[in-house]
Each structure stands twice: as C-alpha cells, then as structure tokens.
C-alpha cells in the first residue's frame, strides 16, 4: 500500500513540478529522504526528469547523471522544497540536522550514541536536551513556538525554523 501511495504522491507533485516550471524557483527543487536518513536533492534548474516507475523513482539530471531509489528505500519526497544546503548526509562522523524548516519533527545524524543535543530559543535558553543514539534520531519540535531555534552539539550548531 505504501508503494501505491509513493507512486500517487509522486504523480501528482510531478504534476506540481510542471504547472509551476523550473524556472520560476531555481532555489527550490527535489529532495529525496532515504528510510536511513540519506538524502538526494537537486534543483530544479538540474532536474531533466522524474521517471515514477514500477519499483521506484529514477530522478534524471541534465547533466545525464540518475538516481534512482527503490520505493521501499525512500521515507520521503519533496518537491517545490527550497534546498537546504545539506547535500548526500551519509557520513556518520558529519553532524547533520534536516529539514531546516520544519513544524513537526527534526532529523539528526552524526553522532556517537549518548552525545546530548540541545535546542536553544533566540535568547540563549535551552527549550530542549536530549541524548541521542546512534544513527538517526527524531527530535519532534511540533510543541515548541514558531520561531528561530539553534541545534547544538559539542560545539557544532545549525539554525533551524520552526513554523
């Protein structure tokens, strides 16, 4: 059922994807999250095609370069997202924090299990501390006020906004 929901999803934001055109956004484009917490973006300017086929998503290039993914690989497809910046968070020693822009949860990655990552309002406070294991980590957000808040981490911070 997932997989006839991914195909459904990816038509119609396909259908998104050409009524809007490339052009119009060239910071905005496709992003894809792997079920490991992997991501592939490109944007719209770069993205020749999206081929929704049976077993996955092939995402076309200009440039000839493809990748494809199978729909039982994927967590998420977003498209008409502006791009983050993070590009292929697949390296467990990188401290990485996604989206960017949220109003429900956050990613993180990168570090060793029992780091403690904190979450401070613009103020300095810390709004929320937590522990993290190993891999990829949730830290759900949708409780807090819509603001700026800095995600911090043995002296590494990414800034995020929560809608």
Known sequence: ????????????????????????????????????????????????RIEIGNSGLTLERRNGENTSMSYSDIDKILIGSALSGLRHIDSNDQFAVWPTVT????????????????????????????????GLNTLSVASLPAGIYIVSSNNKSIKIIKN
């Open 1 to 48: 059922m997932k997989h006839i929901c991914t195909q459904m999803l990816c038509g119609l934001a396909l259908g998104a994807f050409c009524a809007f055109g490339a052009a119009a956004d060239a910071e905005k484009g496709v992003i894809v999250i792997s079920t490991d917490g992997n991501q592939v973006e490109a944007s719209f300017a770069a993205v020749d």
């Open 103 to 134: 109003d429900g949860e956050l990613n993180i990655s990168g570090l060793p299990a029992g780091e403690t990552v904190t979450l401070f309002d613009v103020n300095g406070a810390a709004v929320v501390r937590t522990s993290v294991a190993e």
